[in-house]
């Protein structure tokens, strides 16, 4: 366990967090590019919105516990795809089951921000945030419920889209 704990050390050092944030869009985006997912961009989506999401803390706070299996489940997701396309070999269901924990992740990463906005918008949040919050309280809220609303609806297509492929099979 010390390992994790090594881990999620270095993580909350601003620039290893942003270099492996950059590092896994930059992948992410070119396997899209050479080895597109039959799935159409939903871990580079995943992804998009989890930089987003930490754009909204200061620094110290940007680490999530969840990011130490999140990290490595994105990059996973991307070596799936890149798997499939070179050896032919279909990859769907392993590629659907990490998608539902990747969505899954990300509804609570959006829920923390929502509690963090409500109870620790001072003390957590970046100053731009809290600018935001300040003016239009509800429709920064809003934008987060949505995005909330909208991982819940990735996350049970994903799963139909699962058991459509084991019940196709």
């Not at 032919?88 to 829920?111: C, R, S």
């Not at 003016?135 to 996350?155: C, E, P, Q």
Request: hydrophobic share 50%.
């Amino acid at each position: 366990m010390g390992d994790l704990s090594q881990m999620m050390c270095n993580l909350k050092k601003p620039f290893v967090f942003n270099l492996i944030y950059q590092s896994l869009l930059l992948f992410t985006i070119g396997q899209q590019i050479y080895y597109p997912q039959s799935y159409k961009y939903m871990h580079l989506v995943v992804l998009l919105v989890r930089i987003l999401i930490s754009e909204t803390y200061q620094n110290e706070y940007r680490v999530f516990k969840w990011d130490q299996f999140f990290i490595p489940m994105v990059f996973m997701s991307a070596i799936i795809s890149i798997i499939e396309k070179v050896s032919g070999v279909h990859l769907g269901l392993l590629y659907l089951m990490i998608l539902l924990g990747l969505i899954g992740m990300l509804a609570m990463f959006v829920l923390h921000v929502i509690k963090d906005s409500k109870d620790h918008l001072k003390e957590k949040m970046h100053s731009k945030h809290v600018d935001a919050y300040e003016k239009n309280k509800h429709f920064t809220l809003g934008l987060f419920y949505s995005l909330y609303a909208i991982a819940i609806v990735a996350f049970v297509y994903t799963f139909y889209e699962l058991i459509q492929l084991i019940v196709g099979n």
